[in-house]
């Protein structure tokens, strides 16, 4: 058997080796704080790196360290999860535990994970070698749109052009204008693919059984031979359609396969969200019954099993899962024991205080404001914020956090929509301007709201 292992680290995909500090470096950029997760997901990953190149006989004895982490609503464990997976290229899927239910109940049974993660990874090698072959896909696509514009002469014409003579014929004339994009006005009769399939499924499926209805499809539209019919199309729209026709001809999906189940296989990320809600054990009926059960069948996944999927079998035993939960009314130990083995790493994420919230809004690559900057700025409002305007909108956001719920930094997004709703409103009118957002303006827009809690209740 070829070192697979090898060949996975031997890739030019540098984020697969950043060092733990590197990765706690590149997640600083978007996330405040919470150094601990950020510590301990870094490590996980760079452990999974370190399996890859360790001596083949342990290898595959070398679990991955699960992580899970707690901490209340809006403190930036999806956020992490997410920038995790993009820094790495991982094949990443997040899923909410409390959509799954038992297998026997209705609802959604947790392997279909494992698949959508698969046709996820499928999904992206396809694009990337999709992408490798562009340029010869656009090659083969002006071809034969070159065919379509010179009926009958196609076969001639085209050896003639591939073994370079007769160079001043009609077709390269042609070709060049076409290059020079002088004819994408020019209708041309495509043939067009259109599948029966989808209909059909539609009438056969009820809703929220997307599942089935994925697999009804892709089994009909094998059934029904593909329907075609011809349709005169601009030359700049069959371009588009016929390079995606030549570009999924010219991928080799067997190699797309392989190389998506490898990389799910050592590299995939699960992030499972709202795990409490599916902890605890009590039997009372109801919803509950099912708790445990899907914890039960969660299980087979995080030890190591494997799943059948429509690309063939997925072995999940070095997914990395990451499981995250507020843990406000059950406990990581409401976990079934097996489970709690399973997920050794915890980490608590803190809640956060009115420092955090005034490096939120002004640090990160994404920060609110900068959002806002750059919206308003596209119509040449140019919004500047003082200093002490970030003060009492963060103040201002831990009041009302503490009054009412505390959903911890998303409070800043509807206080921020909040402050600029007059603005966001007039900007075509007032534009183009510049605008000072200090404390006063803060006050005047927001002190109204935030001091009257029947109002904040609906509007912030
Ligand atoms: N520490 C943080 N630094 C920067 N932004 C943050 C931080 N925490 C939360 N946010 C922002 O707040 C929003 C919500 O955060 P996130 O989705 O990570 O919450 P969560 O912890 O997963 O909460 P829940 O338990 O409700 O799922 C995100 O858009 C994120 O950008
Ligand atoms: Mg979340």
Redesign the pocket.
Known sequence: MPNIAKEIVSKPNAELNLTPRQIVTELDK?????GEAKRAVAIALRNRWRRLIAPEHMREEIAPRNIIMI??????????ARRLARLTKSPFIKVEASKYTEVGYVGRDVESMIRELMDLAVGMVSQEEKEKMASKAVGLAEERILDMLLPGRSERSRQHSETGHAPGTTRSKLRKLLKDGRLEEREVPLEVEQSVSTSMTRIFTTVGLDEMEKNLSDAMSQLFPKKSHKRMVKVKEAREILIQEEANRLVDMDKVVAEAKLRVEQHGLVFI??IDKVAGREHKGGPDVSREGVQRDLLPLVEGTTVPTKHGPVKTDHILFIA?G?FHVTKPSDLIPELQGRFPIRVE?NS?NKE?FVR?LTE?QNALIIQYQTLLGTEDVLLEFTPDAVEELARMACEVNDKQENI???RLSTIMEKLLDEISFSAPEIAPTKIIINEGYVRERLAGVVGDIDLTRYIL
């Open positions: 978007y996330i405040i704080g919470q901490g209340p609503t809006g403190v930036g464990k999806t956020e992490i969200d709202e995250a507020a994420l956060l955090d939120i990160p911890g930094a998303r």
